[in-house]
């Protein structure tokens, strides 16, 4: 069974920067593709970004393109969420969970879950 901890989150001013990441156990990230996603107060979760077992092919929700990088250490099992620029609509927590095949989008498509982590961007 896969666990996964998210952490890095926190309060930051807009235009700041955070790292997030997800240390998994029970399973070798390099065996699938992982994602992150996020949710705020009132709201659905929504996928933020993806990256393959190899690492070669990265996927962006159109409203962090440009300024969120995913990227992962399979020696340290973990898959980091560098976050740049962001901006007050960033704020929400944030999870990371395994792909189970089907659209990257979906989160309906993700499975174990961690507890998240919380980010606040203040304006």
């Known amino acids: 069974q896969v666990q996964l901890v998210e952490s890095g989150g926190g309060l930051v001013q807009a235009g700041g920067s955070l790292r997030l990441s997800c240390a998994a156990s029970?399973?070798?990230?390099?065996?699938?593709?992982m994602g992150w996603f996020r949710q705020a107060p009132g709201k659905e979760r929504e996928f933020v970004a993806a990256i393959t077992s190899s690492g070669s092919r990265l996927y962006y929700a159109d409203s962090v393109k440009g300024r969120f990088t995913i990227s992962s250490d399979n020696a340290k099992n973990t898959v980091y969420l560098q976050m740049n620029s962001l901006k007050p609509e960033d704020t929400a927590r944030y999870y990371c969970a395994v792909h189970n095949g089907g659209a990257y989008y979906s989160p309906s498509n993700f499975g174990s879950w961690g507890q998240g982590t919380q980010v606040t961007v203040s304006s």
């Open positions: 029970g399973r070798s990230l390099s065996s699938g593709t």
